[in-house]
């Protein structure tokens, strides 16, 4: 049969589960990463989202585009609303469906990580995805702990730049010594679903973070989001890889030649005020963390 | 000349706040107040002063605390999910006598509920979403040139009392642009705390009734501060007797200055049989309603409390003296409709205009309901 030889090299699943006709902006990030999860986990999957885009983006009543059964929780507790279900599910000895928290870089990165390191202490057998747009984009464009360095928001206007970097939210969950950490892109989708599967397959506290560019926000067209999310991996910006148990590092892109990161900065309006000498901060901020994290993966081979 | 700006609400907040001298702003991103947060995190590094947003709300008012103390005029904004995250500080702040001004952008709830539809149903929030006994003020305007004043009064009166103020606004009036002409510098009062260099360690120590006097916190002596219960010294103790004077002068040092508190504006009240109660965008649609009302010959006022909290129940008793008529209007299931319930008597006849569906009353709703009476 040749549809069946084409289905056995398709190196992701065919099955679309969410459903068009969602609220997300032209070019959202954030859709294209549930569309990838939700083909891999499929269709006995739980999730929860905290207060974030996709409680917008999934559509009001009768219209959700996961397909799948959905809990909108308080801001600051996705994960332990996950904790709290899946616990539900196996004293009802249904152990086959995945829980999953949902969401976004404010709900992670500032208002939910008390309830994000309390679950990873705990090592609840939920799988954490946060979509990094960077900034709370569902209220306006407000500046998170996820905003990068002398990006510009609605709360760090140009005249007062955001002067701090990104919180290293992988470092954070790897200190808690949980099986499975892991950053990935919307640019590539094949090393993306390798870690879905991966972690479907651990039991204990995962974490994926996924990078998911937002056009709206970081004021650029909408067909560059790809584009974007590639460049931000090539220039090292994000770098893509995984942690097990908390200490055995692997690089999942790592090329002999890297793009410098004025290529990714000047695509986007967020970071047009910068000038030259902001641009060299940046390559070299991003070198200095490049080094760091080669020395983790050689140290921890 | 003073020109008209057409301003949003939440701007003119923040305005306000500036001009009242406020330099220290802590917040977290909530629709519908960000533009609150967004305004001062452009204008308070411009003028030398700190905006911080923090990584949640209970963040936000613990900052404003630690602002407040070492001598800054903070503000917070939030709305109601934020509002209750800031619950456990609020309690804290009036327990430690900490002036500071929160404005909730009330949105319909509970949770996430409706979050770009205007409520009024944080009112018994703000009473008594803290744990314990305690005094609070909170304000309530209705009309653009209020939402000014009446935040550079929540400023004073905190300055004043020691204590938090809750300025309560409509989510309609916070997004509306509306024409406003700002007062001159000159024309705005500014309460001016009197800084007591500090003679001894008795900070919180004065007569039931009396102003507390406002303490240079880190100036002279090591002052202790306190959530626990404490004594004239701001120490710790559970000794009955003390715990029910710091307890009654917290709770005088409000109720003794009501009239200074307890503001209100009334409309056709001189010869109204019916009276309606109502508040902020309530209180528009209502006042729009009045003037129809009054067209067709019916006798009826608006009266609109300004200070929400502590409740206008001495004015409020003094009209049921007379009209025996009243009908309540508000954007929630009725959490006021009770407070005039318990301050009417049995001879006054009583009807709501209640709704908690994210719409705001037009002023035939209003005046249907009026024609039922």
Redesign the interface.
Known sequence: MVGGEIMSKLTIPQEEIMSSGHLGCQGCGATIAMRYMLKVFGRKTMLTFP?CCW?VIDGPWPYSAVSVPLF?T???TAAIAASGIKSGLDAFGKKDINVIAWAGD?GTF??G?QAISGAAERNDNILYIVYDNEA?M???I??S?ATPWGAWT????V??PKNRPKKDLVEIIAAHRVPYTATASIAYPEDFIKKLEKAKNIEGFKLIHIFAPCPTGWKMPPDLTVKVARLAVQTRIFPIYEVENGVSYKLNFNPKKFVPVDEYLKLQGRFRHLKEDGYKFIQKNVEYEWELLKKKVETFK | MRRKQVLQGNIIVAKAALAARCNFFAGYPITPSSEIAQFMSRELPRMGYDFIQMEDEIASLGACIGASLSGRKVLTATSGPGFSLMQEHLGMAVMAEIPLVIVNVMRGGPSTGLPTKPSQSDIMQARWGTHGDHPIIALYPAFADEIYSETIRAFNLSEKFWNPVIILLDEVLAKAHEDIELPRKNDIHIYKEKIHRIKDLNIYDREIGENPPRVDFFKGYPIHIDGLEHDKHGWPTSDPETVNKMQTLRMQKIYHYLDEIVKFKEYYMEDAEIMIFSFGVSARSSLAAVKMAREQGIKVGLFQALTIWPFPKIPLKERFKQIKKVLTVELNMGQTKYEIERISLDDVEKKALLRANGIPFTPNEVLDKIREF
């Open positions: 207060a409680s909108h308080a801001f600051e404010g500032d208002i990580i709370y569902n209220t306006g407000q500046r702990s609605t709360t760090t206007p005249n007062n």
